[in-house]
C-alpha cells in the first residue's frame, strides 16, 4: 500500500457544514462496524535509538527528534499514518492540544 498525501478533509467539527456520514466517509457502512473502537494516536515526532540508550533516560534528559521544528505530526490508526496536520492549543484552562489535519492519506486503490 502506497500513502498518498493532498486531499482535504472536510469540515467535520460539531458546527461543520457536512452530515457525519459525508464527512467520514461511512455512506453504506454498518452502524455495528462504526461502532469498533480503533487506537488513534498523533506522532509529533521520533528518534531511533540503542535500548541501552533508552534505559539510560532519566527525568531532565532530552530526546533529539529525527522532525524538525514546524514538521507536520502524523496522525495514526491502528499504527497506519493516516494524516498529517497541525498542533494547536485548544482554549480553557486545562491547556489541551488538538491536530488541525491538513493532508489525508489515500492509498492507490482509491483513485
Given at each position: ?6 486531499d482535504?478533509?472536510?469540515d ?53 527528534l ?46
Amino acid at each position: 500500500m502506497t500513502a498518498q498525501f493532498g486531499d482535504q478533509l472536510p469540515d467535520v467539527s460539531p458546527d461543520g457544514g457536512a452530515s457525519e456520514n459525508e464527512a467520514r466517509g461511512t455512506a453504506g457502512l454498518p452502524s455495528a462496524l462504526l461502532r469498533i473502537p480503533v487506537s488513534v494516536q498523533v506522532v509529533i515526532g521520533t528518534a531511533r535509538l540503542p535500548l541501552s540508550q533508552v534505559t539510560q533516560l532519566a527525568p531532565g534528559a532530552t530526546l533529539t527528534l529525527d522532525e524538525k521544528l514546524g514538521a507536520p505530526a502524523r496522525m495514526l490508526v491502528n499504527g497506519r499514518e493516516v494524516a498529517r496536520g497541525e498542533l494547536f492549543v485548544l482554549e480553557g484552562p486545562e491547556g489541551r492540544l488538538g491536530l488541525t489535519i491538513k493532508e489525508v492519506a489515500r492509498t492507490d486503490s482509491d483513485n
